[in-house]
């Protein structure tokens, strides 16, 4: 490990230690209003990130950021881990991806009680994460999912499911057999055949279902002694890569059946903690269907904690002092963004990345002009901060590399998908 945002020992009282936490927070957005929540809250927060040039690591809420050397799922990375939490004296250890959680489970006790991991328990994170396990609970729960079953069956009895179909992997978080992709479609038998292609090895970790249109919505819960203390909702806008990915612009709302049947699935599992739940949402009918759980920070936390959902601290106080543990408003209609991923998103629209089956293609002046239209204060900045500017310089040049890097391309591609608008 290595420091890229040296840490300097101060006099500390013994009793602070439990105030001090190590956050696994990578490099985005995501990491870094974890460490913002969390030190904006009192705590001291110690970041280990991916790179220097990572948001969290140019963040004044970092007390310190380091970077390990060894891989996540190697025996090295817990050393490096161990070394750390001796160093700094934390009390609790933070993960925000779900690959950490998975690691730090297996040595949950390497850690605790003396060093609280946050992280579920290991039969919850993995009921969570097999999205087959959690489609079969849909149904006897009653929550809408759509028709679906493994890969490698349904390439048995293609009868079984209607096209269009969408495809993703089934347990992310296991060794190997991981889709390139987070979706893909197939909207006939030739490109069923072309998805197949790519994941023939690993095809029984695929899980396929019937597609169904709508927006994503996103509903993050706190759960704490079986109940769910707050929650969280917001409607994804845009998305990158745009055929399914990660949130680029989001609106915080509130849908009550969502919210009872995300609630309704963490309750059947046992989940304690902070989790979200992915569902497909259709404004125009107001129906909806489940897509998978995700254990962990979801992409939208800065949409969240402006908000008013204080999401890591919550978490945070859940296990040290869930006597002060306190609900706050939620204020609906609250609009975000990153900008470097939502330019990301405007220059694949730009270009004619592949859409969701039925999704309309913006043309390239209704995409720029949309772009810049939320580059005014009504569109809040994932990681714009007066008292903390620089992790939005960081993103800002990284974004400006991008667009200088793929600008070109974009522009003198006369074979672009979309170059007839």
Known sequence: MYAVKPFIKKKIKEEDRRRKVLA???DTQVGLWVVRNLAMNGLTVHSIVKSKYGQPANSRYSSSAWVMESPAYSPGFIDEIKELVKLLDVGSIMPVAEGYH????DVRDQFEPDVHIFSPARDVFDKATDKDYMQGLCQ???VPVAKGMRLDEFM???GSLEFPLVFRTRRQNIQGGQAPWKAAYAEDEVQLEKVYDQVRDFADNIIVQEYCPGAEDHVQVMMYKGEPFMVGDYIGEHHMPLAGGVTTQRISCRHQPLIDDAVKLFKAIGYEGLGGVQYHYDPETDKYIFLEINPRFI?????LIMAGFNTSFLLWQSHFEPEK????KYRLGLRSRILGGDANWMIGMIRGDQLPPGQKRLGKVET?????????PWTKDDAFMLRDPKPFMVDFMQMAKKLGAQGHDIIGNPESQDAKH
Do not use: A, Q, S
Request: overall charge positive.
């Open 325 to 328: 543990m306190k609900k706050t």
């Open 156 to 158: 048995l009895d293609k």
């Open 24 to 26: 696994i927070v990578g």
């Open 368 to 376: 720029v002009l949309r772009f810049l239209w939320n580059c005014f």
């Open 140 to 142: 006897e729960l009653g």
């Open 299 to 303: 992409g939208g936390t800065p949409t």
């Open 102 to 105: 998975n690691v730090l489970i």
